[in-house]
């Protein structure tokens, strides 16, 4: 397990001397918030903290009493405070969810199976019903299989694409109603700034959304939209929740990378810069006269696709054809016939790994 103090202590705020909590003016300031810079004791900010989680769920009405809702839970910061909280909250204020996690194993020797461990701990932990789904059955490759195929330069688009749709066909089987994730406000900032880089206006148009995919399979919120990451580790740390903190081995040279420590600059002059990307996102409004692309299903699959393909099936198909680097980049119109075209005689091998899941 990757120590979850080693997080905490680079974030271990410096006392504030004498000076009293600002919000209760009793107890003794413990550390300044970062995204607000008020002095607060913990009580104060376990609070706080936990009440504005509340506050986002309640405003964007995320959930509603009886729903089953799988916890996207990878065994790091984000979604084990998720996991935590949540739990805390639905308690705490009768939200009457049924929680489970969720987790996938994406076949990283060394980082998932070590995460792995400790989402299994959680699961004890927090009373939480755990189902985890792999690659290696739904598609019946390791993203070390992969990187060993196609390098390390672009394993990040598999591993996001097939991420995507493993936590689905997860939800599909625990027949959850909705499915949160642990993105938090840096986390949507970062997109914002990377779909504007890509000239992506798809995306742009719905990356600040709390709630996606309400046309697709399963809805996923983000209860975290407003929540910042320092702020995260901050809450694990004095809680002493147990999270794995290792990254992915594969991903320290990701384009996302880049846009984060531009997000951390900004962060360092001005605090309030990242929620003012998210409001930014939020307003931007997409001229009438641009073409979406319009959203129907996967003639293989049945997922939700903008083309005949969806991109999972592409990615597939490149790598049981030997060819990994089919799918790499944009998908132009007309690409999934081709791409269906030049399938048809591979569809029967597919179609046991990745075929229709009853979506």
């Not at 104060?44 to 989680?53: G, K, N, P, R, S």
């Not at 591993?159 to 840096?186: E, M, S, Y």
Request: glycine share 8%.
């Amino acid at each position: 397990m990757g120590s979850s103090v080693a997080d905490g202590a680079k974030l271990q705020p410096s006392r504030a001397g004498s000076r009293l909590c600002v919000r209760c003016g009793e107890r003794k300031a413990a550390l300044k918030r970062p995204k607000t810079l008020e002095q607060i004791c913990r009580e104060c900010f376990y609070i706080v903290f936990e009440d504005e989680i509340h506050q986002t769920i309640v405003d964007n009405s995320l959930f509603k009493s009886g729903e089953r809702v799988a916890i996207g839970a990878s065994g790091g910061k984000d979604s084990t405070v998720l996991a935590y909280v949540l739990s805390e909250l639905n308690r705490r204020h009768n939200y009457g969810l049924d929680l489970f996690l969720l987790s996938v194993d994406e076949g990283i020797t060394g980082y998932r199976d070590d995460s792995l461990e400790t989402v299994k701990r959680n699961e004890i932990q927090y009373g939480l019903p755990l189902k985890i789904v792999s690659y290696r059955d739904l598609y019946g490759w390791t993203m070390d299989d992969i990187v060993k195929a196609i390098g390390l330069k672009n394993n990040c688009t598999f591993c996001g694409v097939f991420r995507r749709q493993a936590l689905d066909r997860g939800a599909a089987l625990l027949k959850a109603d909705k499915i949160v994730t642990g993105h938090n406000a840096d986390d949507i900032a970062e997109t914002v700034l990377l779909n504007i880089l890509r000239g992506d206006i798809a995306r742009l148009s719905r990356c600040t959304f709390i709630t996606t995919g309400e046309d697709g399979p399963i809805p996923r919120c983000k209860p975290f939209k407003y929540t910042y990451e320092k702020e995260i580790v901050m809450y694990a740390y004095f809680k002493k929740l147990d999270y794995f903190s290792t990254e992915c081995i594969y991903s320290p040279n990701a384009y996302r990378g880049f846009a984060r420590e531009f997000i951390k600059d900004l962060e360092r002059m001005r605090p309030r810069a990242i929620l003012d990307i998210i409001k930014s996102g939020e307003n931007f409004r997409i001229s009438t006269t641009t073409k979406m692309p319009e959203q129907g299903t996967c003639e293989r699959c049945g997922y939700i696709s903008s083309q005949r393909l969806c991109k999972a099936c592409v990615l597939l198909d490149g790598l049981n054809r030997g060819l990994p680097k089919l799918g790499i980049g944009r998908t132009k119109a007309g690409d999934g016939k081709e791409h269906a075209k030049h399938s048809e005689r591979n569809t029967s091998s597919l179609q046991g790994k990745h075929g229709n899941f009853d979506f």
